[in-house]
């Protein structure tokens, strides 16, 4: 190699060093800049975090906000109850023990549970039920609740295997009652 051909081949590195150097500097910053957005990101979710435990801890539902059926609902993480109490506040841990089981123990409103309601719908009916007729039945007098077809059979069996409901087969078709008082169970 001539002195000229190394000459320009150094100088072809030391660009391209720069160039390397520059964009590494460029690219820090991008970093640097996501990392602290993260932070502020993490730092509003931990404080939604922290209120969303306050407010399980309450045992007056009354004071819990509404959520609307068009709020999103956001999944956390599952935790022991140990866990959960020693993130609480300590105000909210001097609640009575049991308080917030007319409410849900995940603070959730206080609708009805979709087996009272069924037990409700086959106590006005005289004759066995379908189930398909049962969530009929519920998808127009609750609108607000779409349970799926799977879910009310589902809740229904689970009604006969405590006693509270009667299973009754007409050929292909399985219809249920409410069991009578005093029908053993």
């Known amino acids: 190699m001539t002195s000229q051909s190394t000459a320009t081949l150094r100088s072809r590195y030391v660009e391209q060093t720069a160039s390397d150097l520059e964009e590494n500097r460029r690219r820090q910053q991008q970093l640097a800049e996501r990392i602290t957005v993260l932070k502020q990101e993490e730092a509003l979710l ?43 506040p300590a105000s909210a841990r001097t609640a009575p ?13 206080r609708r ?40 009310v059979r589902n809740t229904l069996e689970s009604l006969v295997a405590k006693g509270r409901v009667q299973r009754h087969k007409q050929q292909r078709s399985v219809m249920y009652t409410l069991t009578k008082p005093g029908a053993g169970g």
Not at 63 to 87: F, G, H, M
Not at 97 to 109: E, H, Y
Request: charged share 35%; glycine share 8%.
């Open 97 to 109: 023990a049991g308080g917030t089981a007319k409410t849900g123990a995940k603070g959730k409103s």
């Open 46 to 88: 931990t404080d939604i975090l922290s209120l969303a435990e306050r407010y399980e801890g309450f045992t007056d539902a009354s004071r819990l906000p509404e959520q609307s059926q068009d709020e999103p609902v956001v999944a956390k993480t599952r935790r022991t109850p140990a866990e959960n109490a020693a993130r609480r």
């Open 112 to 151: 009805p549970l979709l087996g009272d309601l069924l037990m409700e719908m086959l106590g006005k009916h005289d004759g066995p039920r379908l189930a398909k007729e049962l969530r009929d039945e519920l998808l127009e007098k609750h609108p607000d609740r779409t349970p799926t077809p799977q879910v």
